[in-house]
């Protein structure tokens, strides 16, 4: 069994910046991918990041794209968000997602139901 857990939310004016964190705990013998959602009040949930865990290859939602940087400590078994240049329309819970899917060593899965384990989620709220 897996575990994530985040931390790092909060309130930010717009401009500002936070990172996110997500640790993984349990089995974490084959982890694939990692990644991160987002789901803003009365929206659906939508990608924002994921990183494919062997190579580091990173794919970026186009919201996102230039703000927000993914990255993951391997040794720490921890992936980070990086937002920067925040904005009203960032506001959203975020969710960090993992896959355990051996898709190989260079895919990101850019799909809810492709991803095995979800984190309980952090708020962040870009407002003045």
């Known amino acids: 069994q897996v575990t994530l857990t985040e931390s790092g939310g909060g309130l930010v004016q717009p401009g500002g910046s936070l990172r996110l964190s997500c640790a993984v705990s349990g089995s974490t013998f084959s982890v694939y991918a990692m990644g991160w959602f987002r789901q803003a009040p009365g929206k659906e949930r939508q990608f924002v990041a994921g990183?494919?865990?062997?190579?580091?290859?990173?794919v970026y939602s186009e919201a996102v794209r230039d703000r927000f940087t993914i990255s993951r400590d391997k040794a720490e078994s921890t992936v980070y968000l990086q937002m920067n240049s925040l904005k009203p329309e960032d506001t959203a819970v975020y969710y960090c997602?993992?896959?355990?899917?051996?898709?190989?060593?260079?895919?990101?899965?850019?799909?809810?139901?492709?991803?095995?384990?979800w984190g309980q989620g952090t708020q962040v709220t870009v407002s003045s």
């Open positions: 997602v993992l896959d355990q899917d051996n898709n190989g060593d260079y895919y990101v899965p850019l799909e809810e139901h492709e991803y095995d384990y």
């Open positions: 990183i494919s865990w062997s190579s580091g290859i990173i």
